[in-house]
């Protein structure tokens, strides 16, 4: 369960940065699908790893 916190977390933060990023430049970020996927699952193995790492 902490894993998948850790990996929302990680998502919520990278999603805020973008939409700051978005603002700060007054243009549309738009993210393929085929792009968007990776990214996320590279958040959650992060995230795993992270965790693993803290219970060792």
């Known amino acids: ?3 998948f ?10 999603f805020a940065l973008l ?3 978005a603002i700060i430049t007054q243009s549309h970020i ?5 792009i968007a ?3 996320m699952i590279l958040a959650f193995w992060i995230a795993k790893k992270k965790t693993d790492e803290k219970n060792q």
């Open 5 to 14: 916190g850790r990996g929302c977390l990680y998502i919520i933060v990278a």
């Open 30 to 34: 738009n993210i393929p699908w085929i």
């Open 37 to 39: 996927i990776p990214l």
């Open 19 to 21: 939409f700051l990023l």
């Open 1 to 3: 369960m902490e894993t």
